[in-house]
């Protein structure tokens, strides 16, 4: 605990170089834009998001909710959240029993994994499901419009795939 509480402080303190860019270093949130950050900027996070329900336009670092992370624009990092985690942009790192964003390059952990656009990487889940996919679908259920990769599950489906829909393996590369 006292570990915790010293790199609150050193956080805090360390905020003070970051608030000539205007970007929050820490942010404690309570549920969507209620917050609080150090600087004041709520909705451009260069650290560490933390709570229970956070909506933040940028995050460079790491969002961490207990029930819901969204990020709107642009996630560099990790976002993490117990059940619910949307973005739009993610780089990284996305997880929560319902993960969902428009473009991620990283990967996507949780029970339902959507993207809407485009995925880079690899999605790990019991339902995938990605309009475009270059990587991995490790699920249950996966599902692809367009694929350059692999789908490892009990049913794939994708539109380009080697069949449209398979049992185990279904791809293209």
């Known amino acids: 605990m006292k570990k ?5 402080l050193c956080l805090l303190g360390a905020s003070a170089s970051f608030a000539a860019d205007n ?3 820490f942010k404690l949130s309570l549920w969507d834009k209620m917050a609080i950050a150090a600087p004041a900027n709520t ?3 260069h650290g560490i ?3 229970i329900g956070s909506h933040t336009d940028e995050v460079y670092g790491l969002q961490l909710d207990l029930v819901m992370a969204q990020t709107r624009y642009d996630l560099r990092g990790v976002s993490a959240a117990w059940l ?6 993610v780089t990284g790192a996305q997880w929560a029993a319902f993960a969902k964003n428009t473009h991620l390059t990283g990967a ?3 029970l339902i994994n959507v993207s809407t656009r485009q995925v880079t990487g690899a999605q790990v889940g019991f339902y995938n499901q990605a309009e475009d996919i270059n990587g991995l ?8 419009k367009q694929i350059y990769g692999l789908q490892i599950g009990i049913l794939n489906i994708a539109e380009n795939g080697w069949f449209p829909a398979m049992v185990l393996v279904n791809g293209r590369f």
């Open 4 to 8: 915790l509480v010293l790199l609150v």
């Open 23 to 25: 970007t929050g270093v």
């Open 43 to 45: 909705q451009v996070v």
């Open 49 to 51: 998001d933390f709570g």
């Open 84 to 89: 619910i985690s949307l973005a739009e942009e």
């Open 108 to 110: 996507q952990l949780g």
């Open 137 to 144: 679908q490790f699920g249950f259920v996966n599902y692809a």
